[in-house]
């Protein structure tokens, strides 16, 4: 993929990246190919701080993030750190699973599925209604990084014994509900955008254990 750099980050951080997103590439590039197309790989910006992107102005505190409308995948290298010490998940898979959760947005936007999603948003009826859309999206997306996981694990053995479980710890603490219950506020389901950790953990293992993109259809699915 297309690297750009919006402020110098540290090279282990930024080689740490490059590596999974690779990965990322070779796993869908092989899925595209057997459906015969192709896939157009995203373009990874790193920063630091803040940046723009087209989908606005977005500052270290929003995360890593995906923007449909140019194609390319946000990451702030002080998010891993946040990951080690805010949400207390050790290891590096759990950056991976980020990373792979947002290549999975991108799946989804050259696929139609995102605006398909957008336009639900726009004729649903209040602001929960429009939140379990994004909330299927979200779990998508997890399920995507599970197949990502699944064929990383069989083809080029990236994956370490232990690390499965440290991303299923990254997707528990970075759960809707976990994350009210750990700021001292209820837990209210219909505010969700993301999905519970329960909902996050159940998704992504869906795609790990079956590598099957067919088996992510949270849209159609008869529970989350």
């Not at 157009?40 to 723009?52: A, H, I, Y």
């Not at 792979?100 to 336009?119: K, L, Y």
């Not at 726009?122 to 429009?130: D, L």
């Not at 379990?132 to 694990?153: I, K, R, S, T």
Request: overall charge negative.
């Amino acid at each position: 993929a297309a690297t750009q750099t919006a402020e110098p980050i540290d090279d282990e951080t930024s080689q740490f990246v490059r590596v999974i997103l690779a990965e990322t590439e070779d796993v869908w590039s092989q899925i595209f190919e057997s459906a015969g197309e192709d896939y157009p790989e995203p373009t990874l910006v790193m920063f630091s701080g803040s940046v723009n992107s087209a989908c606005g102005y977005a500052s270290a505190a929003v995360g890593p993030f995906y923007c449909p409308a140019d194609r390319k995948l946000y990451l702030d290298a002080s998010f891993f750190e946040e990951m080690r010490q805010r949400f207390n998940v050790p290891g590096d898979f759990p950056a991976a699973y980020v990373i792979a959760h947002e290549v999975g947005h991108h799946i989804q936007t050259i696929t139609g599925v995102s605006n398909q999603v957008r336009t639900a948003q726009q004729r649903a009826r209040g602001e929960a209604e429009a939140n379990a859309y994004q909330v299927m999206m979200e779990l998508q997306a997890d399920c995507f990084a599970g197949v990502w996981a699944h064929y990383a694990d069989r083809t080029s053995g990236f994956l370490d014994e232990g690390d499965i479980e440290e991303g299923l710890a990254a997707a528990a603490a970075i759960g809707d509900d976990t994350l009210q219950r750990n700021a001292g506020r209820r837990v209210t389901p219909e505010s969700f955008t993301h999905g519970s950790s329960e909902q996050r953990q159940r998704w992504f293992t869906q795609g790990y254990r079956s590598g099957d993109v067919n088996r992510c259809d949270t849209f159609n699915a008869a529970s989350l």
